[in-house]
């Protein structure tokens, strides 16, 4: 009976190859979209989980209000690790990382430098802690002396090859001179770890033995025995403050104590965080590799959902639509004495089967785009053919997909009755117009949702592009690495100065796009008790930062060389006026330091200061900054005028080849590393964008199947109404009206929840756009424009029908 099923299916989809064109392809499209968002949202799901004892490790985080500023950090003090080990039995293993950036490195006794983007100082129980093997070298000492380093495979290619690593010698930096004890294959990109290539011994970094307990500069892990409850493990954890942090803190603050601490509205509290939920739940100062959100994934998830939804829904309003076409048969099927679920089970075989052609179609599409969909996301995903997992997966998906789509049309057309049909009454027979009329709804109110939501992330992303940031990101070039100009850096910057394309040259490691961060507590002179702290951002810059990247002062001046006494000035910025308690007017003069423990203190001088700007992401308040003169040369900002950026370019990388030959010429543009920040918003609105299309192609086609349906059952009145004079415009507008009013309903559930939910995702953002209502009459009236070109073609199809072949059985 079931090949009977199967061949009676075949024939009748073969027998309308337009309606089962339509069926299959959009049912194919809400697959394909799913499957390639199923494998992003598992991709995402699997982080760091190919780690041995994954479920077993955890991150220390610190959470700190201290001096006006409350900081999220993802790290802790050095001595931190050794401490637990020590005091605490649950904890079976430690392990520290100090990521110390990109770092120049070249083979000893060469003279040309490679650069690699992420180095990191890693304790000797690296490889066991994670359970990483080693491709040459011993895992057991490959760390444990200073001045070794481990490389990965990628790396040590670049250098001398996998298989000649061992014992070689690399310098870093052109100052510091490393040996080689291992090379480890290249990790995951589903790894925190995915862009460190180099690890250096830990033993050989002098800060790392210090028994600091106030600088947080240490991603400290620790893994704890099977049987530890986490929870139970946070409170044991908090005592490391008092036991610890507070005699570290009496050596400068004498009377200090944990109540007094408390007391002054501070506190300093110890968190632990799960491996696994890095990289989805943690959005904290600082992190390994850049994190994303578990936002992403329920909004991406809703999506997937919506377009399995949509394309469910597609399949039955084309399926009932067709089904008058099939009244006929029905009826015959019944008197010859077929049964309710014989019926059944035929149209569901039907059903079943297009799923599984929309399968081959769906798998065929999205291997097509699957290269443009990980360009969009940022990833390297895969579909794992070879899986028998994912085919079980996929497969039954599909089954209970076809079953579903096709289970309202099957229950549908058993129903009708034979007497009617096969009299020619059979549109009468034909009911479920609510039901149909409610698909419609749901598909379109999904549809304006999904447009409100794409509008909303662009008005954000362009809201972000066109805001003042308090300083110019345009025609700013970066130059990478200029410190392996070495002592000739200085004679490097007056060269670029001098080309007739440059306006301003200057060297800081600092800058309000992604780059170095120094945060410290410093106190006003005669204020320097511990509730008085001024938690701020220490930047080192020079001369010419203010000018070259066009930030304005309040109040006061620039630094000038000409006055050797602003090597101990300081310009504030703005945001730390309410925290010192003073207007800019009476900042000025004003001296802080951040030697307490000293005898002989350096006290800097306020000499200006300058307007709020930007220096983090717009998800971020603006905090307490200062800029003192220092000597960061790590890269050069170079304001350019405007002309021929590429004979600029090839100026500039000739001197450095003069001044520095052999090191690597690296650079990129602000405003592109600025727009690198909310790369994952954009990435987001991209998204966004392109399901959103394929949501109301989906939608389309069940409002055109609907459209279909309406116009065969309004046949009889049609003709009724020409003959009785109505034009071909009256009859295509009452048609369309009909479903305008669906419409209308859709838009008016979809709109507010749009808005609401849209307004909890600008909540991440301390600087938004507010929803305006034209944001909402804007999806509106796309979606009924949308709506309108859809329907129009069948409604005026059906009004120009001539009205003798519709009454002629009559």
């Not at 600091?212 to 409170?235: C, H, Q, R």
């Not at 900054?625 to 590429?646: D, E, H």
């Not at 543009?669 to 959103?692: C, H, P, R």
Request: glycine share 6%; net charge neutral; hydrophobic share 45%.
């Amino acid at each position: 009976m079931f090949k009977n099923y199967l061949k009676i299916a075949w024939r009748s989809l073969k027998k309308q190859p337009f309606f089962t064109f339509l069926n299959t392809f959009g049912l194919a499209i809400g697959m394909a979209g799913a499957l390639l968002i199923s494998l992003f949202i598992h991709d995402e799901l699997s982080f760091d989980k190919m780690f041995a004892d994954a479920d077993r490790i955890y991150r220390i985080d610190t959470d700190v209000k201290f001096g006006g500023a409350e900081i999220l950090a993802s790290e802790s003090s050095a001595p931190m690790a050794a401490a637990m080990q020590r005091d605490f039995s649950q904890v079976e293993s430690t392990l520290r990382l100090r990521d110390r950036g990109s770092a120049l490195i070249r083979k000893s006794g060469t003279k040309t430098n490679t650069k690699e983007l992420r180095v990191t100082f890693a304790d000797s129980t690296l490889f066991d802690f994670f359970g990483l093997k080693l491709l040459v070298g011993d895992a057991k000492t490959a760390l444990t002396e200073p001045n070794t380093l481990v490389l990965t495979k990628t790396a040590a290619e670049k250098h001398f090859g996998v298989q000649n690593t061992l014992g070689q010698s690399l310098l870093l930096n052109n100052t510091d001179t490393y040996t080689v004890t291992g090379v480890i294959d290249d990790l995951p990109q589903n790894s925190m770890l995915r862009e460190h290539s180099v690890f250096m011994a830990m033993a050989g970094y002098a800060d790392s033995r210090e028994s600091n307990w106030g600088s947080m500069n240490y991603f400290t892990f620790v893994k704890l025995i099977p049987s530890v409850n986490a929870a139970d493990f946070n409170e044991p954890l908090q005592e490391m403050f008092t036991r610890y942090m507070i005699p570290w803190v009496q050596k400068i603050f004498p009377g200090m104590t944990a109540e007094s601490f408390a007391a002054s509205g501070n506190y300093w509290e110890h968190k632990i965080m799960p491996l696994t939920d890095i990289h989805l739940h943690s959005n904290r100062q600082s992190e390994l590799s850049a994190n994303s959100s578990i936002q992403n994934v329920y909004i991406l998830s809703f999506i997937a959902l919506f377009l399995i939804i949509l394309a469910t829904v597609n399949f039955m309003n084309l399926s009932t639509a067709h089904s008058l076409k099939r009244s006929k048969e029905v009826g015959i099927r019944k008197t010859l004495g077929s049964n309710k679920t014989e019926l059944i089970r035929q149209f569901l075989t039907e059903s079943g089967m297009v799923a599984f052609i929309s399968l081959i179609i769906a798998l065929s599409i999205a291997m097509i785009v699957l290269p443009f969909f990980n360009d969009l996301s940022g990833k390297e995903i895969t579909i794992p053919y070879t899986n028998f997992i994912f085919w079980l997966i996929v497969l039954f998906t599909t089954l209970i997909l076809g079953l579903l789509s096709g289970s309202y049309p099957a229950f549908f057309m058993s129903r009708f009755m034979p007497v009617k049909v096969l009299k020619g009454s059979g549109q009468k027979s034909v009911g479920g117009g609510k039901i149909r009329n409610s698909l419609v709804v749901f598909q379109f109110a999904i549809s304006v949702f999904l447009i409100v939501s794409t509008l909303v992330v662009f008005q954000q992303l362009k809201f972000i592009q066109g805001k003042d940031l308090g300083f110019n990101k345009d025609q700013i070039l970066l130059i990478n690495d200029t410190y392996a100009a070495g002592n000739q850096v200085q004679a490097f910057k007056e060269e670029i100065t001098g080309l007739g394309q440059v306006a301003y040259a200057s060297l800081s490691d600092y800058l309000p796009t992604p780059s170095s961060r120094s945060n410290s507590s410093l106190f006003r002179e005669g204020a320097m008790e511990q509730e008085n702290a001024i938690q701020m951002q220490v930047w080192e810059v020079d001369h010419d930062y203010l000018k070259t990247l066009n930030m304005e002062l309040v109040v006061g001046r620039d630094f000038n060389p000409q006055y050797a006494t602003d090597s101990t000035g300081v310009i504030i910025n703005e945001a730390m006026l309410p925290v010192m308690g003073v207007t800019a007017e009476e900042a000025l003069g004003i001296r802080i330091t951040g030697d307490l423990d000293l005898e002989e203190k350096v006290f800097y001088t306020v000499i200006g200061v300058v307007e709020d700007f930007h220096y983090e992401s717009l998800r971020e308040s603006i905090g307490a900054l200062g800029l003192f003169l220092g000597k960061s040369t790590g890269t050069m900002a170079v304001k350019l005028k405007t002309g021929n950026y590429s004979s600029t370019l090839a100026s500039i990388e000739n001197i450095w080849n003069k001044i520095a030959p052999g090191q690597p010429f690296s650079y990129r543009f602000m405003d592109e590393s600025f727009d690198a920040t909310y790369k994952a918003e954009q990435n987001l609105g991209k998204i966004f964008m392109v399901f959103t299309i394929l949501s109301i192609f989906i939608a389309c086609l069940g409002l055109f199947g609907l459209a279909a349906f309406n116009a065969e059952k309004r046949t009889k009145e049609i003709g009724v109404r020409k003959v009785l004079g109505a034009s071909v415009s009256q009859i295509s507008y009452r048609l369309t009206l009909d479903f305008l009013k669906l419409v209308g309903v859709a838009i008016i559930i979809s709109l507010p929840i749009g808005w609401f939910a849209m307004d909890k995702w600008l909540e991440d953002f301390s600087y938004r756009i507010e929803i305006n209502w034209w944001i909402l009459a804007l999806a509106g009236s796309f979606a009924i424009a949308i709506a309108i070109i859809t329907v129009s073609y069948q409604s005026i199809k059906a009004a120009i029908a001539n009205p003798v072949r519709s009454l002629r059985t009559e």
